[in-house]
């Protein structure tokens, strides 16, 4: 069973930035893709980023471009989110997943992961 922690959420400014972390446990980190996704009050959880299994690919949701980057740390099993230029509309609780097959290329589909943390809070105030 493969377990993910997040942390590295907060409070910040509109501007600001922040680094998110999701440690995984249970499976061969770099047997996976990765991905993080959010949701906000009242909405579907929404793609983030992907990253495969070495890092070699990467997917971003257009509304993130430029401002979020992906990157992964297979020999300390962790996932990270490097977000900046941060919007109150990026409020929202951010999820990290790992992909429920290892062969799985990175994709924009949450139906494709299998396992996910359990999230953690950013709020972007104004």
């Known amino acids: 069973q493969v377990q993910l922690v997040e942390s590295g959420g907060g409070l910040v400014q509109a501007g600001g930035s922040l680094r998110l972390s999701c440690v995984a446990s249970?499976?061969?980190?770099?047997?996976?893709?990765m991905a993080w996704f959010r949701q906000a009050p009242g909405k579907e959880r929404e793609f983030m980023a992907a990253?495969?299994?070495?890092?070699?690919?990467?997917h971003y949701a257009d509304s993130v471009k430029g401002r979020f980057t992906i990157s992964r740390d297979n020999d300390k099993s962790t996932l990270h989110l490097q977000m900046k230029s941060l919007k109150p509309e990026d409020t929202a609780v951010y999820y990290c997943?790992?992909?429920?097959?290892?062969?799985?290329?990175?994709?924009?589909?949450?139906?494709?992961?299998?396992?996910w943390g359990q999230g953690t809070q950013v709020t972007v105030s104004s």
């Open positions: 249970g499976r061969t980190f770099s047997s996976a893709a």
């Open positions: 990253i495969s299994r070495f890092g070699s690919t990467r």
């Open positions: 997943a790992a992909s429920r097959n290892t062969w799985q290329p990175p994709s924009t589909e949450a139906g494709t992961y299998g396992y």
